[in-house]
C-alpha cells in the first residue's frame, strides 16, 4: 500500500508540474523578452536577427529586446543565458563556438553546451569569405600563401578571440602551408572589417556580409566565398574549393535557444515563430543580400545537428592542437 500511496503521489506531482507549465506556456509571453546575441552590434549575424525583430514581435505580442554580449568566443553571451530563468523571457543566439568549439578549446567553461541548453531551432549558415587590403599584394589564396611564407609573423589575420572558428582556421593555415600567420582578436565582424580597411591586419575570414560593401567599394579584395557554386553577386571570386582550402572542414551556422529547463511548450511557441519568420520570403531575400542561408529546423532536430557538430569540431580542434598559435 504504501509503494502504491508513493506511486501516486509521484504521479500528482509530475501531473501538478504538467499543469503549471502547460498553463505558463498558455499565457506565455506576457512581457518582453530579451534575446542575448554573444557577438559586437553591427555584425552580420546582428544585422539580420535586428531585421527579424519586428516581424518576431507582431508573432509574440510582445517586444524583443536585443542584448549583445560580444566577446570570448561567445562565452559572455552563454554564460549570461545559461544563469538566466528559465522561463522564456531571457533567449539566446548561439553559434558554431558558444556550442561546438568551446568545450574543446577552454579547460574550464561556465556553462556545459551539451546541459546546460534548451536547443530551440537553427537558424541559417553563414557564408564566408577572406578579404584582405587592396593595398596588399595579394590577388588570389596563392597569392597570399606566398606572401605569408615571404614575411614571417608578418601576416596578422582577424580572429573572434581564442577557440574562435577563425583562431582554429589560422592554426590549419599554418599546418598547412607552413606559415606563422597570427590571430589578432577583435569583438565581431564589423570591427575586424574595419581593421582590415585600415590596414590594422592583412587577412579578414568571416561572414562576407561583414565585407561586402566595402569589396564593392573598392576598398577590399575578397579572394574566396565558401560556397559550392561561385557568387552570383562575385563572379570572378574563387569558391575555397577552388583555391585549395577546401580541406578546413567547418561551415559557420547559428540558432536559437533558452536555458536548459525551458517548458517544451515554451520552447515549441519560440521554435514556430522563429521558423515562420525566417521562412518568409521578404526575410530570405534580405538574408541572401547578406549572404546567409536560411536552414530552420525542429527542437530535435537542432539538438542532433548540434550533437553531430560537436563532435566534428571536436576531430577539428584534435587536428589543431600543437600548431594553435
Not at 530551440?120 to 587590403?133: K, M, S, W
Request: net charge positive.
Amino acid at each position: 500500500m504504501r509503494s502504491i500511496r508513493l506511486s501516486l503521489r509521484a504521479l500528482a506531482l509530475v501531473g501538478a508540474a504538467w499543469l503549471a507549465s502547460a498553463g505558463h506556456a498558455q499565457t506565455y509571453p506576457s512581457k518582453p523578452i530579451k534575446l542575448v546575441v554573444p557577438i559586437a552590434a553591427g555584425s552580420v549575424t546582428d544585422v539580420v536577427l535586428r531585421a527579424a525583430v519586428p516581424a518576431l514581435q507582431q508573432r509574440l505580442g510582445q517586444p524583443l529586446i536585443i542584448d549583445n554580449r560580444p566577446g570570448a568566443s561567445g562565452i559572455v553571451g552563454a554564460e549570461a543565458c545559461t544563469k538566466a530563468p528559465a522561463d522564456g523571457y531571457t533567449i539566446c543566439a548561439v553559434y558554431h563556438s558558444t556550442m561546438s568549439f568551446n568545450p574543446f578549446m577552454f579547460d574550464k567553461l561556465p556553462y556545459d553546451p551539451a546541459t546546460d541548453f534548451a536547443p530551440v531551432g537553427r537558424l541559417f549558415f553563414v557564408t564566408e569569405a577572406i578579404v584582405v587590403p587592396t593595398a596588399l599584394p595579394v590577388q588570389s589564396v596563392a597569392d597570399l600563401k606566398a606572401y605569408a611564407l615571404k614575411h614571417p609573423n608578418g601576416v596578422n589575420l582577424g580572429t573572434l578571440g581564442e577557440g574562435s572558428l577563425q583562431e582554429l582556421f589560422v592554426a590549419w593555415l599554418n599546418s598547412e602551408w607552413k606559415t606563422q600567420i597570427i590571430g589578432v582578436p577583435y569583438k565581431g565582424g564589423a570591427p575586424i572589417a574595419n581593421a582590415v580597411t585600415a590596414g590594422e591586419i592583412q587577412v579578414g575570414q568571416m561572414g562576407l556580409g561583414n565585407f561586402i560593401g566595402l569589396v564593392q567599394a573598392g576598398q577590399l579584395r575578397a579572394l574566396t566565398v565558401s560556397t559550392a557554386q561561385r557568387s552570383r553577386q562575385l563572379p570572378n571570386v574563387q569558391t575555397i574549393g577552388e583555391a585549395g582550402l577546401g580541406g578546413f572542414p567547418s561551415r559557420p551556422w547559428w540558432g536559437i535557444a533558452a536555458p536548459a529547463a525551458t517548458p517544451a511548450a515554451i520552447v515549441a511557441r519560440l521554435n514556430a515563430e522563429f521558423n515562420a519568420v525566417f521562412s518568409d520570403p521578404k526575410m530570405i531575400e534580405f538574408m541572401d543580400a547578406r549572404y546567409v542561408e536560411p536552414a530552420v529546423d525542429s527542437p530535435g532536430e537542432f539538438a542532433d545537428f548540434l550533437k553531430q557538430d560537436r563532435e566534428a569540431a571536436g576531430a577539428l580542434v584534435r587536428m589543431a592542437k600543437g600548431v594553435k598559435r
